[in-house]
């Protein structure tokens, strides 16, 4: 019996390109070993995962039990103390709550932070996480209500108001 991926067409690609693609893989491995030791001798490093565009990226955070930031790097970029991603958020109770996302649209590295953003806050016990959305967020509400729709949160807009809320119950 077949499997299913022999079935499939394979993509052919250019000796030239598989080249590339393996140099580009193996420097982002040793960049990856170098920002590792840079990151960790300040930060709890949770996961290595890779973006939408197959990118490597380091996911660390800062906890000191009142607030929390998971960040992100590229490990096509060395760590020079600041990252390129990340979400910060207030303890509040029994939730936490997100108070500002800041880096680059469109890079993946959001839907990476919050998978793990959400894990993270499974495995403490943290039952949800909240958040605002703001008056200055509003030429872009569409765009936030979609990212935070596809990642399992109820968002509720007052367009009136230029508010929003959203809510995500850990299972």
């Not at 991926?5 to 140099?23: I, R, T």
Request: glycine share 4%.
């Amino acid at each position: 019996m077949a499997t299913a991926f022999l079935a499939e067409p394979k993509e052919n690609k250019d000796k030239q390109v598989l080249v590339n693609e393996y140099e580009d893989l193996e420097f982002q491995m040793l960049r990856m070993q170098e920002n590792m030791k840079e990151i960790s001798r300040h930060y709890r490093i949770l996961a290595i995962d890779q973006t939408k565009n197959e990118d490597w990226i380091i996911l660390y955070t800062a906890d000191d039990g009142e607030s929390c930031r998971l960040m992100a790097h590229s490990c096509k970029e060395p760590f020079r103390g600041h990252w390129e991603f990340s979400i910060h958020a207030s303890y509040y109770q029994d939730e936490l709550h997100i108070d500002d996302i800041r880096g680059e649209a469109d890079r993946g590295f959001g839907s990476v932070c919050m998978n793990h953003l959400k894990e993270y806050t499974s495995r403490q016990n943290i039952p949800f996480v909240t958040g605002r959305i703001s008056a200055r967020d509003w030429d872009h509400t569409d765009r936030l209500s979609y990212f935070y729709r596809k990642h399992g949160f109820n968002v509720v807009l007052d367009d009136k108001n230029k508010s929003g809320s959203i809510f995500f119950e850990n299972n």
